[in-house]
C-alpha cells in the first residue's frame, strides 16, 4: 500500500520532478583551460584572418594608388594635347 501511494504521489508531481532534476543531465560541460596546441592553432587562426585582412587592404590601396596614376597619366596627355594646340594656334 505504500508503494501505491508513493507512485501516485510521483506521477501526480512528474512534471516538477523532471523539471528539477533535467538541468542536472543536460548540464553543459564546462570546458577547461586549452591546452598548448589548442591555444597555438587558436592564435594561428586569428594571424591568418589577421594576413588575410591586411592583403585584401592593401590590394585595395595599391587599386586606388593605381587609378591615382591613371589618372595622373590622363591629365599630363590633357596637358600635352593643349600644349600641342596652343603651340600650333601661335606658328599659325
Do not use: C, H, Y
Not at 65 to 76: H, I, W
Amino acid at each position: 500500500m505504500p508503494w501505491l501511494a508513493v507512485g501516485q504521489l510521483v506521477l501526480t508531481n512528474l512534471d516538477t520532478i523532471i523539471g528539477v532534476v533535467k538541468p542536472a543531465f543536460t548540464r553543459k560541460k564546462v570546458e577547461g583551460l586549452p591546452s598548448q596546441a589548442d591555444l597555438l592553432n587558436q592564435q594561428i587562426l586569428e594571424l591568418q584572418a589577421a594576413a588575410s585582412s591586411n592583403a585584401d587592404q592593401i590590394r585595395q590601396l595599391a587599386a586606388r594608388q593605381k587609378m591615382g596614376q591613371l589618372s595622373l597619366v590622363a591629365m599630363a596627355i590633357s596637358l600635352i594635347s593643349i600644349v600641342a594646340v596652343i603651340a600650333l594656334i601661335i606658328v599659325r
